[in-house]
């Protein structure tokens, strides 16, 4: 078969008519659709306050440690587990962790990939 | 911008602005005017869901979902652009997600409709079985050709056209076309040739 023949052949082609209550059912979809409210939006308003109060209340709490020397026995308590995470299997589990990072990473991408093919 | 031929009871020229008029007054709140957009569009957008999955069914629910998702979509169509345009990649973006999703089952070569006996049938009806066992064929292409050949033909061999609808350059679209015709032409030797023995014997 020649290019003229495979070019006759596939804009030769016998269309069909939508049914003739296709429009109607549409409408009907799009209707429901526009009679539905509207998503709730975040009440920023009502959630500031609340917000600021948990960071005041943070920061309070880090200024009082701060001044009463608790953070000083914490701060070697946690030089010290750092000391003993080095020595084990550390290095390990930060590997893993750069890995399951990275293949998550490269799976989004190659979903965005295969969606725009 | 003329659509005909190939889209049946679509014979008379689709005024841009009356599209524009609808959009607008949609985005003011009347619904109604959706309507006139449904029923414009919705010959060339049944039909072109249908070249993709070839069920009458399948095709007028892909159709219904392009029109909820243009109507969802309204307010991001940008001017620059015919509203035909923005019509129909939102729409073969849909359809071809949906043959992703759920696939039409390619045909083995020995599915496809036989030519009918060439010793009865007139030529006519050997052309149009023919060119049926070619349409049918493309479905055995992958994809990326079988879907840039549907394109092509649905806008009457407008390149630029398929290209905008698939949101490709027009290069590629071109070269899609040039590989999925080799492709074709070589199922379609074997095909006729199986065919014609088969009524030898």
């Known amino acids: 078969m020649n290019h003229d023949e495979i070019d006759r052949a596939l804009s030769a082609e016998d269309g069909i008519v939508p049914s003739s209550g296709f429009a109607a059912s549409v409408m009907e979809v799009v209707r429901r659709e526009a009679l539905a409210p509207p998503p709730l939006p975040f009440p920023w308003k009502r959630a500031l306050p609340g917000l600021a109060a948990c960071v005041c209340g943070i920061v309070a709490i880090l200024v009082m440690l701060i001044a009463s020397g608790a953070l000083a026995s914490v701060e070697s308590s946690l030089a010290a587990q750092a000391e003993a995470a080095v020595k084990s299997q550390a290095g390990m589990i930060a590997l893993a962790l750069l890995t399951a990072f990275g293949s998550a990473l490269f799976s989004v991408r190659l979903c965005r990939i295969m969606g725009r093919w | ?201």
Not at chain 2, 34 to 41: C, H, L, M, P, S
Not at chain 2, 96 to 120: K, M, N, Q, T, W
Not at chain 2, 122 to 133: G, H, I, L, N, V
Not at chain 2, 181 to 189: C, V
């Open chain 2, 1 to 201: 911008m003329q659509l005909t031929g190939c889209i049946p009871g679509h014979t008379a020229s689709v005024s841009a602005s009356d599209d524009l008029a609808d959009v607008e007054k949609v985005l003011a709140g009347d619904v109604a005017a959706f309507e006139n957009i449904v029923r414009r569009w919705q010959n060339p957008l049944v039909n072109l869901a249908y070249r993709f999955c070839r069920d009458r069914g399948r095709a007028e629910e892909m159709a219904q979902e392009a029109f909820l998702r243009a109507w969802r979509a309204l307010g991001s169509w940008r001017r620059d652009a015919a509203f035909s345009t923005w019509l129909f990649a939102l729409a073969t973006n849909l359809y071809r997600s949906e043959l992703r999703r759920i696939p039409v089952p390619p045909l083995a070569l020995d599915e496809v409709p036989e030519l009918r006996d060439i010793r009865a049938g007139s030529e006519e009806q050997e052309d149009r079985d023919r060119d049926r066992a070619v349409r049918n064929t493309v479905f055995s292409l992958p994809p990326k050709y079988r879907e840039a050949l549907t394109l092509f033909y649905f806008h009457e061999m407008d390149v630029e056209a398929a290209a905008r609808s698939l949101g490709l350059p027009e290069g590629t679209v071109k070269a899609r076309l040039s590989r999925g015709r080799e492709l074709l032409r070589g199922k379609l030797p074997r095909l006729l040739t199986t065919a014609h023995s088969k009524e030898v014997r």
